[in-house]
């Protein structure tokens, strides 16, 4: 009589399998496998390992996170597990857990190459940018062809603004018989960090030979095309930027941002007639994605062309009638036509299918106080604000329903008094009075500029703006001023009082950067819409040079205002204060909060440089 009892199944072979699978991307395979190994052994800790590595590549952190854990519980000195578990939390934005798996993965390993790159890369994200440095140079002195540790040590001086060190490392690694032996990806990726070191040094002309050099290795890298595209701007070889924007976009339909990039300099640049038709090229190349439509449409609202613009965000909404982006955008172009009932419908909408967005609740906020429903517009303004607290925008809608209700909260979240703050700067180092160094800021950063008329998408009007950032992007004399901003910073958050749930001061920290920094001229007349920083925390104005009017208390033309918001809500809402700009004063106060520029006439010009900065960690 024949046995009915199941053959026996070898684990280690199962294992061996999943491993194979792995290796030729077969996840879910893989993961077939898996599960009848665990189901035999369910705490075997190289199961569990290889579990959280298959979570990792599907994306799915939350489970890698618990099978590497699991893994760790029974085999506490597994040093891979470790390095994954390290990975995985870095990949939730958690780096200072993992700094705490690497150190654990290093006392069993204290030369794993692998682990102590993992631990600079964690060090650099949790904002200790120091101890990163020395994690990275100690890798390269035992591993001194690693390639990836030398793009991660250049990368790091550049960003800690050491690009000559960075260009010296380059050079010699790319030297380096190892590197030279590696991959033509690795070799483009160090050549692009040179030509990154040469740009901020100014030497464009160099850095585009690099760039070119670069993309013989990595022709289809967009990452390499889109930094040339930006060279060719400062050689002010504006047709050759275009085409290489439209070069990224050839493979790349989809990439929003290259089509940003790529429609404000046709709009600087004057090219009326080729503005926007890449995103009509891209809705023929990927007619299935609503993306090329709404960022059309976004471009149209800005215009105040909401008639196009209704009309584009429809299209979108056909391709994907759940999309946020499509309805919201749709709700501001009907509400702009007139109708009223058609904006409220696509508001709700889109808060219904897009429940997690503050965006969604921020932007139906603002259609509701716009049309004198202050009480709903504070419901959706608070739960934008519930969903994400350190949202600019939210926080700006906030504090203007705070204003329509009467809320006295109003004032605890702008506190003007506290928070606008003047600094009347000290002359750098090198010269006796700030009026001199302000003459020959002016007469330098007028040279810079190069294009016909303002920045389509931000709020200048009546003047141009530089297109690159201004601070630590080889300007000899921006960088002598960045010292005096920087000092002046530190005193603004040194005297800010901590309130543990405030949405500003809760953030104080004495580790920043800066996430945005540019120069802007109005020749003549001109002015700046009231608006916000939404990817800001402190943000700015330092004027260089001002017209003679601006003296007028009365008029206070050319003034800085706070408290009114865009011109959208008409009269309700009037600037709660004023401040006069001078040569030499910088203004800081918070992102969230509204501002812009009272009108000037005048044949003198202005030229001012604002600047946003972030928490480092």
């Known amino acids: 009589m024949k046995s009915t009892a199941s053959p026996h199944i070898d684990e280690s072979d199962l294992l061996a399998e999943v491993i194979r699978l792995m290796t030729l991307g077969d996840l879910d395979a893989a ?146 018989r190892e590197i030279a032996e590696r991959s033509a990806s690795d070799q483009a990726e160090l050549v692009h960090l040179l030509a990154i070191c040469l740009k901020l040094q100014r030497r464009h002309q160099e850095a585009l030979g690099y760039l070119d050099t670069a993309l013989t290795l990595a022709p289809a890298s967009d990452q390499i095309q889109s930094t040339r595209a930006l060279v060719l701007q400062h050689l002010r070889r504006f047709e050759e930027a275009i085409a290489a924007y439209r070069a990224i976009l050839e493979r790349s339909p989809l990439d929003l941002d290259t089509h940003l990039q790529l429609n404000e300099l046709l709009y600087r640049q004057g090219h009326d007639q080729r503005f926007l038709d890449s995103y009509e090229l891209a809705a023929r190349r990927a007619p299935r994605s609503p993306l090329p439509l709404i960022a059309k449409g976004q471009f149209l609202l800005q215009a105040r062309n909401a008639r196009a613009a209704r009309d584009a965000f429809e299209l979108a909404l056909h391709i994907d009638a759940d999309s946020g982006a499509a309805l919201l955008g749709l709700g501001r172009s009907l509400e702009a036509l007139g109708d009223l009932a058609g904006a409220r419908t696509a508001h709700d909408k889109s808060v219904s299918v897009n429940a997690g967005a503050a965006d969604a609740f921020t932007a139906f906020a603002g259609f509701l106080l716009r049309n004198d429903d202050s009480k709903q517009a504070f419901e959706m303004a608070s739960r934008a604000h519930q969903l994400q607290p350190t949202d600019q925008s939210a926080l700006a809608m906030l504090g203007l329903c705070y204003r329509a209700i009467g809320d006295k909260r109003e004032y605890q979240l702008n506190n003007y008094d506290a928070f606008v703050q003047v600094f009347d700067l000290e002359a750098p180092d090198g010269y006796e009075d700030i009026q001199k160094f302000n003459l020959d800021l002016s007469q330098y950063l007028d040279g810079l500029q190069s294009d016909v008329r303002e920045n389509f998408t931000q709020t200048l009007r009546g003047g141009t703006r530089l297109y690159d950032e201004l601070f630590y992007n080889g300007h000899e004399l921006v960088d002598k001023l960045c010292a005096r901003i920087e000092d002046a910073i530190r005193r603004y958050v040194a005297e800010m009082r901590v309130t543990a749930d405030h949405p500003f001061t809760s953030r104080k920290t004495s580790a920043f950067t800066f996430s945005g920094s540019w120069s802007s001229r109005i020749a003549g007349a001109g002015y700046h819409l009231n608006h916000i920083h939404p990817s800001g925390w402190i943000s700015s104005a330092y004027y260089v040079a001002v017209p003679d009017c601006t003296a007028d208390p009365v008029g206070k033309q050319g003034w800085l205002k706070f408290g009114e918001p865009s011109d959208d809500f008409g009269p309700a809402f009037p600037p709660r204060i004023t401040i006069p700009p001078r040569p030499g004063r910088l203004v800081l106060f918070p992102s969230y909060m509204w501002h812009g520029t009272v009108p000037y006439q005048s044949s003198q010009a202005r030229t001012s440089i604002a600047f946003d900065v972030v928490p480092l960690s």
């Open 31 to 176: 993961d077939g496998h898996l599960g009848r190994a665990l189901s035999l052994t369910p705490l075997n800790p190289v199961a569990l390992f290889l579990r959280g590595t298959i979570r990792f590549r599907q994306e799915d952190l939350g489970a890698a996170e618990l099978s590497f854990r699991q893994a760790l519980n029974i085999s506490p000195g597994h040093a891979l597990a470790s390095l994954h578990l390290a990975q995985t939390l870095r990949a939730l934005k958690r780096p200072n857990e993992a700094i705490v798996h690497c150190r654990a993965a290093l006392a069993t390993e204290p030369d794993n190459p692998d682990v102590m790159l993992e631990l600079a890369k964690a060090q650099e994200e949790s904002g200790d940018l120091s101890a990163a440095e020395s994690s990275l140079r100690r890798l390269l002195q035992r591993t001194p062809g690693m390639v990836q540790a030398v793009i991660n040590l250049s990368g790091l001086l550049i960003r800690r603004r050491h690009t000559v060190e960075a260009e010296g490392l380059l050079r010699y690694s790319l030297q380096h």
